[in-house]
């Protein structure tokens, strides 16, 4: 056996009493090879981010201010639940987030994130101006500002399949609230709400307030043949309510969009 001088092997099995050598069965060095530990990676994380600016450059640029993720300090996610539904003590960090990754026996990767306390973790992302910005002039146009989005992820799985070679992404998600404004056509949009496609807001249950996600992530041919980056929607099930639709300064008022469905949806992403 490797790593285990015969000197010190031998005077460990001398000093065993004759019972206990009646059910020793040394291995041999195939044998210690087909040992494997079970236990995956756990990580629990707790943080914040803080992005000045975010360019993406073309011929022109793209700007995102003041981006901001981490968590909402609130604990009145879907007031009408009557509790808080985190579990946990408000703050600005995205926290109570536990990450378990495993490799299976077929090969698959598997990263599952869940809460580390019963509940759901609370996720804020918040962005200033979203600017067109020219290249050759000091002209520029903001096509988005205001953006604030306050929701709770129930759970996470990520998936690389050996067998396919696709990702595949699943996650419970419901947004409490999200605000933004879109300030070159003067619309606004207010106390945006994404649940479940069966949360009843006069009989809430928890189990009903998360909509479902799942998508493949993969390689394959675009339309003329070229490898491209491919997204799959399977599923998407959800309502959705709009508390305010502001244009022009005023609200125009609210919309409903009840069992919204979304499947077999497909998109192939590449470079022009």
């Known amino acids: 056996m490797k790593g285990l001088k015969p000197s010190l092997l031998a005077l460990c099995v001398a000093g065993a009493p004759p019972v206990a050598m009646a059910e020793i069965q040394l291995l041999d060095d195939a044998s210690m090879g087909n040992i494997t530990g079970q236990a995956g990676v756990t990580i629990e994380l707790e943080t914040r981010v803080n992005i000045d600016r975010f360019i993406y450059t073309d011929e022109g ?29 408000p703050s600005e960090l995205l926290d109570n987030v536990r990450i378990n990754i495993d490799i299976a026996q077929d090969g698959d990767a598997i990263i599952n994130i869940l809460p580390m306390t019963f509940g759901a973790v609370d996720l804020t992302v918040a962005t200033g101006a979203w600017n067109l910005t020219s290249a050759v002039s000091a002209d520029s146009t903001t096509i988005l500002d205001n953006f604030r989005m306050d929701a709770l992820i129930g759970s996470g799985t990520i998936r690389v399949d050996t067998a396919t070679d696709k990702l595949n992404f699943k996650t419970n998600l419901a947004i409490d609230d999200m605000d933004f404004d879109v300030p070159f056509l003067a619309i606004g949009i207010q106390d945006f709400q994404l649940t479940g496609a069966n949360y009843d807001l006069q009989a809430p249950q928890p189990l009903d307030l998360f909509a479902s996600v799942d998508m493949d992530i993969y390689k394959a041919p675009n339309n003329a043949g070229v490898e491209s980056l491919a997204v799959d929607l399977n599923t998407f099930e959800a309502d959705i309510r709009v508390g305010g639709v502001i244009v022009g300064g005023a609200s125009i008022g609210s919309i409903a969009m009840d069992n919204l469905a979304i499947t077999n949806t497909a998109m192939r992403i590449y470079g022009h």
Do not use: C, P, Q, W
């Open 61 to 89: 640029s793209l700007e995102v201010n003041d981006i901001f993720v981490g968590g909402g300090n609130r604990n009145d996610y879907f007031s009408e639940m009557g509790f808080n539904l985190t579990g946990a003590a």
